[in-house]
Each structure stands twice: as structure tokens, then as C-alpha cells.
């Protein structure tokens, strides 16, 4: 079974800072989701990561996996309000089916 | 169509009766998902279908729950005898081969009274 952990589980930063928001996950996985969701809405695509080593950038969002670690990073930079968010990330196991971790709830404050 | 389309986007329904929860995928996109999210949690898988193939049902809690797609278009969840435990947002999504392309559509809130 594979098992997805995420923290922080809740993050509150200020604009203007950076921050990472880590994913462990416990068994061998083909690729790893990044999703955003705002509240009462579905889940937004951000990332998709396939391979080792594999970096992906849009805007100030920076997603990073290690597979031989099993980590997946998504690193924010100089914040901003509308990053405000639950950020899940969701790695794939057998036939693309997603494993996702409890989310991230990110407030940005001014 | 353009994207994920479920229906209904909220449903009310009395414990102990039956519901259908509709999802029509991305048009071309052959695997489906189903997925439940209960309130301030993540997503559980429920079932998976991929083309014609025997659809893999490992995440269905209960034999209440049960899904079709015919072919490669519309498919059904439907609950039989409704708990208040499966009160939660019922998300489907779509994807090509691959699993390209993994679009999640906008939901059926369910709530179980």
C-alpha cells in the first residue's frame, strides 16, 4: 500500500517569503501530481513529474522529485495572496491510479 | 467536451435511499476515475476504468458502491441505501493513455440527512 505524507499539514506565511512544502511517500511510484484546490472548488493540475531528478517551474511554484528518496518538494518564492490554497500532491500507483497526501493548507497574509 | 463534466453538482438525499452520480469525461480520453473526498481530507481512489478492460474496483468501500462506463463515456456511481458516512464531494476525473492529460472534474457534493 502506498502511503503519502505531506507536511507541513497547515502553513500560514507572509507575503514575500518562501517556503517548501515537503511529500514523502513509502513505495516505488511512476510519477508524482501536484494539485491545487481552493475552497469548494475541484483540483487544479500544476505539475507532473516523471522521472528523477525531474524539476518543473510556473511562476513563483517550483516542484522537484526524488524518487531514490522518495520526496517531492514544491518550493514557493516571494509569496503572494493569490497562492492561498490546499496543495496535495498525489503519487501514481499501479495503472495511474493517485495516492494523495493530506494536502497543505497555505494562507498567504500581507 | 472541453473538460470533466459530473452532474449532479450537489445532491440532498434521505438516508437509506439510492443515488446516481454522473461523470462524462474529456472527450478521447480512454481511463476514468472515480475519487471521494471527505471534508478537510484528501482524495480516495474508488475505481478505475480503462477502455474496455475489467475496471479495477479495489478502492469501493462497501458493496453499496457501485460504477459503469460504457465504453470509453458516460459513467455512473451509484450508492445504494445512503449513510451519513458517505456524505463527501464524489470527484471523477479523466485521462489519456499514459495517464496524460489527468483532468479532475468539479464534483458532486453529497449530503446524506
Known amino acids: 500500500e502506498l502511503k503519502v505524507e505531506q507536511n507541513p499539514l497547515f502553513l500560514s506565511m507572509q507575503e514575500g517569503k518562501n517556503y517548501t512544502i515537503y511529500c514523502n511517500y513509502s513505495?516505488?511510484?511512476?510519477?508524482l501530481y501536484w494539485y491545487r484546490q481552493d475552497p469548494g472548488k475541484s483540483l487544479e493540475s500544476l505539475f507532473v513529474l516523471l522521472s528523477n531528478g525531474a524539476v518543473k517551474q510556473e511562476g513563483r511554484l517550483m516542484a522537484s522529485l526524488d524518487t531514490k528518496a522518495r520526496l517531492s518538494t514544491l518550493h514557493i518564492t516571494a509569496a503572494v495572496h493569490d497562492l492561498s490554497a490546499t496543495y496535495f500532491c498525489?503519487?501514481?500507483?499501479?495503472?495511474?491510479?493517485?495516492?494523495f497526501g493530506k494536502g497543505t493548507k497555505l494562507s498567504v497574509i500581507p | 467536451g472541453a473538460g470533466v463534466s459530473q452532474s449532479p453538482s450537489n445532491k440532498v438525499t434521505e438516508k437509506g435511499k439510492d443515488v446516481e452520480l454522473r461523470c462524462d469525461p474529456i472527450s478521447g480520453h480512454t481511463a476514468l476515475y472515480w475519487y471521494r473526498q471527505r471534508l478537510g481530507q484528501g482524495l480516495e481512489f474508488l475505481i478505475y476504468?480503462?477502455?474496455?478492460?475489467?475496471?479495477?474496483k479495489s478502492g469501493l468501500p462497501s458493496d453499496r458502491f457501485s460504477a459503469e462506463r460504457t465504453g470509453e463515456s458516460v459513467s455512473t456511481l451509484t450508492i445504494q441505501r445512503t449513510q451519513q458516512e458517505d456524505s463527501a464531494v464524489y470527484l471523477c476525473?479523466?485521462?489519456?493513455?499514459?495517464?496524460?492529460?489527468?483532468?479532475f472534474g468539479s464534483g458532486t457534493r453529497l449530503t446524506v440527512v
Open positions: 476525473a479523466s485521462s489519456g493513455r499514459g495517464g496524460y492529460g489527468y483532468t
Open positions: 476504468f480503462q477502455g474496455n478492460s475489467a475496471p479495477d
Open positions: 498525489a503519487p501514481s500507483l499501479r495503472s495511474y491510479q493517485l495516492t
Open positions: 513505495t516505488t511510484s511512476d510519477r
